[in-house]
T-cell receptor, first 111, second 114 residues
Framework: AQSVTQPDIHITVSEGASLELRCNYS??????LFWYVQSPGQGLQLLLK??????LVQGIKGFEAEFKRSQSSFNLRKPSVHWSDAAEYFC?????????FGTGTRLTIIP | DARVTQTPRHKVTEMGQEVTMRCQPI?????VFWYRQTMMQGLELLAY????????DSGMPKDRFSAEMPDATLATLKIQPSEPRDSAVYFC????????????FGNGTRLTVT
């Protein structure tokens, strides 16, 4: 069965600093990988997805993620965070129509 | 901008009462999911439907939970009787049904059972 690990429960970053959120997956075949963001009181919104091809994928709001098969990782990055990026971020692996989510990383932005 | 609509947004009820949560998927989406989110367990898949037929409800406690799609525009999740451990945020999500298409989530129903 597939699984997703997000090792960082909570990360604090200064506004304008760079960001990297970690995600490791376990799946026997080529994974389909997603990053979602959840703002307080809201549902999850898709940031980006990886199906195949270029291992560096671009998403909305200036986010990108890199798929590294050798490390079973799909880390999310942003060069310069904004206060509005404060939220909870979820990595997910898809098998067919079903998604398995990681436990999430809460991002706090300090001025 | 098409959205998944969930009602109610908040529900407080007493233990033993019946709770019904509703979801209107995005028009044209034929696959609907119910997820539960808690601090301890994170996001758990409870059940999902394709073309209104239940495909997988293995994540759902069978004795008290039931999920249905009376028609293509409405999905319901019912808990009877409710228990304090059911307190969570329940999300509905819909998708067009193509393999590994991204899910579109509603804003959730926050359920508190006292």
């Amino acid at each position: 069965a597939q699984s997703v690990t997000q090792p960082d429960i909570h990360i604090t970053v200064s506004e304008g600093a760079s960001l990297e959120l970690r995600c490791n997956y376990s799946y026997g075949a080529t994974p389909y990988l997603f990053w979602y963001v959840q703002s307080p009181g809201q549902g999850l919104q898709l940031l980006l997805k990886y199906f195949s091809g270029d291992t560096l994928v671009q998403g909305i709001k200036g986010f990108e993620a890199e798929f590294k098969r050798s490390q079973s990782s799909f880390n999310l990055r942003k060069p310069s965070v904004h206060w509005s990026d404060a939220a909870e971020y979820f990595c997910a692996v898809g098998v067919g129509e079903k998604l398995t989510f990681g436990t999430g990383t809460r991002l706090t932005i300090i001025p | 901008d098409a959205r998944v609509t969930q009602t109610p947004r908040h529900k407080v009820t007493e233990m033993g009462q019946e709770v019904t949560m509703r979801c209107q998927p995005i028009l044209g989406h034929n696959t609907v999911f119910w997820y539960r989110q808690t601090m301890m367990q994170g996001l758990e898949l409870l059940a999902y439907f394709r073309n209104r037929a239940p495909l997988d409800d293995s994540g759902m406690p069978k004795d008290r939970f039931s999920a249905e799609m009376p028609d293509a525009t409405l999905a319901t999740l019912k808990i009877q009787p409710s228990e304090p451990r059911d307190s969570a945020v329940y999300f509905c999500a819909s998708v067009l049904g193509l393999e590994n298409s991204p899910l579109h989530f509603g804003n959730g129903t926050r359920l508190t059972v006292t």
